[in-house]
């Protein structure tokens, strides 16, 4: 099993930035991608960017240009770096990984965090 924990979250100003972590532990092997999806207020869940274990990685077009997400593999740590924010990026962020095993992919999640962008 793997388990994932977000940080990082919080309040912003528009414009601001935040980075938040995401921490992985217990069996991680085999993990082929992670990422992060948001949910705002009264919005269904949507993917934000990914990172594939051979390094590429991929944004939803709302954020190109202003998040980047990257990995530090020494800490089992997936980061998203957030700039230029705007309201509208106000949401519950959540990790993700898919993990591998026996020819079969399982999504594992974390519990999110919350970012408000609000003047």
């Known amino acids: 099993q793997v388990q994932l924990v977000e940080s990082g979250g919080g309040l912003v100003q528009p414009g601001g930035s935040l980075r938040l972590p995401c921490v992985a532990s217990?069996?991680?092997?085999?993990?082929?991608?992670m990422g992060w999806y948001r949910q705002g207020p009264g919005k269904q869940r949507e993917w934000v960017a990914s990172?594939?274990?051979?390094?590429?990685?991929n944004y939803t077009d709302s954020v190109k240009g202003r998040f980047t997400i990257s990995g530090d593999s020494a800490r089992n740590t997936v980061y998203l770096q957030m700039n230029a924010l705007k309201p509208e990026d106000t949401a519950v962020y959540y990790c993700?990984?898919?993990?591998?095993?026996?020819?079969?992919?399982?999504?594992?999640w974390g519990q999110g965090t919350q970012v408000t962008v609000s003047s």
């Open positions: 993700t990984a898919i993990q591998r095993t026996r020819g079969i992919n399982y999504d594992h």
């Open positions: 217990g069996y991680i092997f085999n993990i082929k991608l």
């Open positions: 990172l594939s274990d051979g390094g590429s990685t």
